[in-house]
Nanobody
Framework: EVQLVESGGGLVRSGGSLRLSCAASGFTFGDYAIGWFRQAPGKEREEVSCIVSRDGRTYYADSVKGRFTISSDNAKNTVYLQMNSLKPEDTAVYYC?????????????????WGQGTQVTVSS
């Protein structure tokens, strides 16, 4: 059974940093693409970043480029999202998602496994 568990969310002031973790189990980590999505109240879920575990290819949404960094520790089956220079508009529930994909995709429906989410709140 595929399981994804996010952690690292919290409350931070504008300009601050957080590091989210997504611990994965139940599948061969290196065969999967892992995405970080976020959903703010009243808004659609959007992908902010993705990594292909097999070869390290990454994707970033324009809104987070230069501020967020995704990385993968395949030995620990964990993907991280380092978030710097946080802004109030980054406030959302952040989810990690995984599926056996040839590359990153921004379509949430392409990912079959999801974590429970972790709240990130950025105060102004």
């Amino acid at each position: 059974e595929v399981q994804l568990v996010e952690s690292g969310g919290g409350l931070v002031r504008s300009g601050g940093s957080l590091r989210l973790s997504c611990a994965a189990s139940g599948f061969t980590f290196g065969d999967y693409a892992i995405g970080w999505f976020r959903q703010a109240p009243g808004k659609e879920r959007e992908e902010v970043s993705c990594i292909v575990s097999r070869d390290g290819r990454t994707y970033y949404a324009d809104s987070v480029k230069g501020r967020f960094t995704i990385s993968s520790d395949n030995a620990k089956n964990t993907v991280y999202l380092q978030m710097n220079s946080l802004k109030p508009e980054d406030t959302a529930v952040y989810y990690c998602a995984a599926d056996r994909l040839p590359g990153c995709t921004v379509v949430a429906g392409d990912f079959g496994s999801w974590g429970q989410g972790t709240q990130v709140t950025v105060s102004s």
